[in-house]
């Protein structure tokens, strides 16, 4: 794994300019906000810093970022073989192995180690808690058993995070070939957190470069979220980026939900109306195409209606050719695994679909993000953490996600 830094004016432009020099497989670590210092700080403006990483080419191109993926870990190099010395902090071992895999041109990576250091404490002391428990085993076996301990432990904090354990068990034995190289739990730690964020993949949001109008679909459960995160992305885009915005509602099931969004549009001074069939969808696509960004609610089902899945299949099908769509199926963190499943497959006959998750604020285990995206194959979008239109929404961030299924804050 190589991993280097990129700095632009906004976070996008660093970000095109790692994946200018990584290719599309780069891989986002961590993202600092740079405020100028020195004398003539307030003439200069805030700076963009992006930590990107990039596996080896010829390994990346093989990576199948879903479910029965076989990610090969690179053989640690010898040199990083902590020998007797498990205590070595992460800082000290994530840092030699990453001077050790990167080129020479790659800067440091006290980003990366910062965030190490977090987990790396919180490891620490659930270790010595473990320890504490199995005092008796043999001076020689130390360092295996320190492995060991920390598998059990690293198993545990997953499950009970609600990491399936199909997956847990397919990340433990990817991290197993790094622990019977007899590598510190600092390095075995390094590898998971970043295989976890690679398996995540990189969010995959509403792309407004592309030819406009653009139309989006959401589609997804009842109760959700699907209205409101509507607002809460087209609320973004409107104010932080100046687009142009429309809203259309095939939900025609609920009185009270046109209402809903007529709500929305009128904060937003954007034109919304209601639509009953994919001819009548174009032809209010039509009246306001010269928008940037189309939002286009659907009514939310129980994925066992077939006759309600054919329609909303049916109105996503019917759209123009000459119109470039996007389709999110929202989710509720809060759903049983078992259900969210099942609706993922449903779903899945309608339309090919990105992930936004909502509710993460009602939940503290994010374990469903992971079961799903590698269940589906299907990108993460956006999260909603929050009932506040238009602040408790925000991009997928990998990082924060997998420190928190590893046990971090
Ligand atoms: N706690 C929390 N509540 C949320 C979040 N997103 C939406 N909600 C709430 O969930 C409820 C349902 O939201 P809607 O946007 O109406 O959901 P929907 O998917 O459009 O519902 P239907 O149209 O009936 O299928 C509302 O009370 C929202 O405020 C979130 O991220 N966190
Ligand atoms: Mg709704």
Redesign the pocket.
């Known amino acids: 794994m190589t991993i280097k830094k990129f700095t632009g004016k906004t976070k996008e432009e660093a970000i095109a300019k790692a994946k200018e020099e990584f290719g599309e497989g780069a891989v986002v670590m961590n993202v600092k906000e740079v405020k100028p210092s020195g004398f003539f700080q307030f003439f200069k403006s805030v700076t963009y810093e992006v930590t990107a990483a990039i596996e080896e080419k010829e390994k990346y191109a093989g990576i199948n970022l879903t479910a029965d993926e076989k990610i090969m870990i690179p053989p640690m190099p010898q040199q990083s073989v902590i020998q007797g010395n498990a205590k070595t902090t992460v800082i000290s071992s994530a840092k030699q192995q990453i001077t050790e895999t990167a080129p020479a041109s790659a800067v440091s990576s006290e980003d990366i180690e910062k965030r190490l250091e977090n987990l790396s404490n919180m490891i620490e002391k659930k270790f010595q808690t473990e320890e504490s428990k199995e005092k008796d085993i043999p001076e020689k076996t130390v360092q295996n058993s320190e492995s060991f301990k920390f598998m059990k432990m690293l198993y545990r904090t997953l499950l009970d995070n609600e990491v399936n354990e199909k997956y847990v068990n397919q990340i433990l034995e990817e991290a197993e070939k790094i622990a019977n190289s007899n590598n510190s739990v600092d390095v075995i730690l390094s590898n998971v957190y970043q295989k976890m964020i690679l398996k995540f993949g990189e969010p995959n949001c509403i792309d407004i470069e592309g030819k406009k109008p653009k139309v989006i679909f ?1 589609i ?13 992305i087209a609320s973004k885009y409107k104010v932080e980026q100046d687009k142009k915005v429309a809203f259309l509602t095939a ?1 025609t099931y ?1 009185i009270a ?1 046109t209402e ?1 969004l007529h709500i929305y549009a009128n904060i937003l001074d954007a034109p919304m109306s209601i639509v009953y069939s994919a001819e009548e969808l174009n032809q209010a696509i039509e009246k306001v195409s010269d928008n940037d960004l189309i939002f286009v ?5 129980s994925h066992r209606n077939e006759t309600q899945r054919m329609d909303t299949k049916n109105l996503i099908d019917g759209l123009d050719e000459q119109y470039e769509r996007e389709v999110f199926l ?1 989710l ?1 963190a809060t759903t049983k695994y078992k259900d969210l499943l099942e609706i993922v497959d449903s779903y899945r006959e309608i339309a090919e679909y990105k992930l936004i998750f ?5 939940t503290s285990s994010y374990g469903n993000l992971l079961n799903i995206r590698l269940y589906s194959g299907a990108d993460l979008s956006y ?5 506040n ?1 238009p602040d ?2 925000e991009e997928f961030n990998a990082q924060m996600i997998v420190k928190q299924l590893l046990g971090g804050k």
Do not use: H, M, Y
């Not at 997804?220 to 699907?226: D, E, F, I, L, N």
């Not at 609610?297 to 089902?301: C, K, L, N, Q, Y």
């Not at 909502?358 to 009602?362: A, I, P």
């Open positions: 959401f997804g459960p009842t109760g959700v979220g699907k209205t409101t995160t509507i607002a809460k939900d609920r939900a809903q609610d659907t009514a939310g089902f929202v509720s909502t509710k993460l604020d009602e999260i909603a953490n929050g009932q239109v408790d929404i």
